[in-house]
T-cell receptor, first 112, second 121 residues
Framework: GENVEQHPSTLSVQEGDSAVIKCTYSDSASNYFPWYKQELGKGPQLIIDIRSNVGEKKDQRIAVTLNKTAKHFSLHITETQPEDSAVYFCAASIGGTYKYIFGTGTRLKVLA | GAVVSQHPSWVICKSGTSVKIECRSLDFQATTMFWYRQFPKQSLMLMATSNEGSKATYEQGVEKDKFLINHASLTLSTLTVTSAHPEDSSFYIC?????????????????FGPGTRLTVL
């Protein structure tokens, strides 16, 4: 079945450094790739997304890149701040549907 | 933006009782909603798709008789955990896709509720 792998599972960076989280998906029909930030005890919050017809998207300190050929997509956070500390999940749509398969999550800790 | 609410935010119940969780789309209509379960330090696992006016569809391995879903209107879906046991203790999250009747969000995007923490003693 469809699968999304996410690495690393934990990531510690110094404040101001960059953080990169990578995901690989298996469904070649996936066309939508959102990234969510989840703080403890809360629901996921969309931070950025990308569609299959775009290779890169940026929103201030956050960027996402997509390599359809390799079925890879990555989240890049620059100039990290302590408030960026959270669990980040990638997801891939199942085909062109609203249903998602989520990655396993990355616990990001930004050290002040 | 599109907002999804859940009620209650947390609930504690005794083993064997049933618990109902509500998911509402506050400013848009949702003919489809999704229910997820998340165990501590794990990812979100899709349990079922709630469809307004028809039966829910359940993911493989999810007991439909245990997790009853009712999509009573275009803004409300409920999940009832029947005869709850300690192993059902989890964080339950609903979501609703954008687009559709109200044009909220964009195609493919899901809006997530804040989650409901269920603890079964």
């Amino acid at each position: 079945g469809e699968n999304v792998e996410q690495h690393p599972s934990t990531l510690s960076v110094q404040e101001g450094d960059s953080a990169v989280i990578k995901c690989t998906y298996s469904d070649s029909a996936s066309n939508y790739f959102p990234w969510y930030k989840q703080e403890l005890g809360k629901g996921p919050q969309l931070i950025i997304d990308i569609r299959s017809n775009v290779g890169e998207k940026k929103d201030q300190r956050i960027a996402v890149t997509l390599n359809k050929t390799a079925k890879h997509f990555s989240l890049h956070i620059t100039e990290t701040q302590p408030e960026d500390s959270a669990v980040y999940f990638c997801a891939a749509s199942i085909g062109g549907t609203y249903k998602y398969i989520f990655g396993t999550g990355t616990r990001l800790k930004v050290l002040a | 933006g599109a907002v999804v609410s859940q009620h209650p935010s947390w609930v504690i119940c005794k083993s064997g009782t049933s618990v109902k969780i509500e998911c509402r789309s506050l400013d848009f209509q949702a003919t489809t909603m999704f229910w997820y379960r998340q165990f501590p330090k794990q990812s979100l696992m899709l349990m079922a798709t709630s469809n307004e006016g028809s039966k829910a569809t359940y993911e493989q391995g999810v007991e439909k008789d245990k997790f009853l879903i009712n999509h009573a209107s275009l803004t409300l879906s409920t999940l009832t955990v029947t005869s709850a046991h300690p192993e059902d203790s989890s964080f339950y999250i609903c979501s609703a896709p954008g687009g559709g009747l109200a044009g909220a969000g964009v195609y493919n995007e899901q809006f997530f509720g804040p989650g409901t923490r269920l603890t079964v003693l």
